[in-house]
């Protein structure tokens, strides 16, 4: 039986491709990362601090999560960890204004699927995203570990 987040209907002649959550602070990069996250098929929630992003994943697991790391401290970690806790199949994707060197460790460690340095181009958006879900689907599917 496939579940709602194996389907993919139609939206406006894309395929959507289940829903993305966005956490970043900056609201013109939230907009930007949203709105092309929406071009390419995703139901897009946005947050801009961690307490009602943690919320949002207690009312519904997302498919794609790009995350701030909220600076040296990795202030995004227990969000890295509750993602993964509901789906460690979902890709986790850490933003950093710069790149920090044990924020990057411990992303991976916790099971993120990158870490970037912003901002990101819409390019580099649609490459994580088709590198990424579509591993995660297969591993789901598999009941494997990505």
């Not at 496939?2 to 602070?25: K, W």
């Not at 519904?60 to 960890?81: I, K, M, S």
């Not at 199949?89 to 340095?117: F, I, R, W």
């Given at each position: 039986?496939?579940?709602?987040?194996?389907?993919?209907?139609?939206?406006?002649?894309?395929?959507?491709?289940?829903?993305?959550?966005?956490?970043?602070?900056?609201?013109?990069?939230?907009?930007?990362?949203?709105?092309?996250?929406?071009?390419?098929?995703?139901?897009?929630?946005?947050?801009?601090?961690?307490?009602?992003?943690l919320r949002s994943l207690e009312e519904a697991a997302p498919d794609f999560v790009f995350v701030n790391e909220?600076?040296?401290?990795?202030?995004?970690r227990d969000l890295v960890q509750r993602a993964l806790a509901h789906d460690r199949h979902t890709p986790v994707?850490?933003?950093?204004?710069?790149?920090?060197?044990?924020?990057?460790?411990?992303?991976?460690?916790?099971?993120?699927?990158?870490?970037?340095?912003?901002?990101?181009?819409?390019?580099?958006?649609?490459?994580?995203?088709?590198?990424?879900?579509?591993?995660?689907?297969?591993?789901?599917?598999?009941?494997?570990?990505?």
């Amino acid at each position: 039986m496939n579940s709602a987040r194996d389907r993919q209907p139609e939206a406006g002649g894309l395929s959507v491709r289940g829903t993305a959550l966005v956490v970043e602070q900056d609201s013109d990069d939230l907009r930007a990362y949203s709105s092309v996250l929406r071009r390419l098929g995703f139901e897009v929630r946005t947050c801009t601090n961690y307490h009602d992003a943690l919320r949002s994943l207690e009312e519904a697991a997302p498919d794609f999560v790009f995350v701030n790391e909220g600076g040296p401290e990795f202030e995004a970690r227990d969000l890295v960890q509750r993602a993964l806790a509901h789906d460690r199949h979902t890709p986790v994707v850490v933003l950093a204004k710069t790149v920090n060197m044990a924020c990057y460790l411990e992303a991976m460690q916790l099971g993120a699927v990158d870490y970037v340095e912003k901002p990101l181009t819409a390019a580099k958006i649609e490459y994580l995203v088709t590198t990424h879900v579509p591993l995660a689907r297969i591993a789901r599917a598999r009941g494997a570990s990505i």
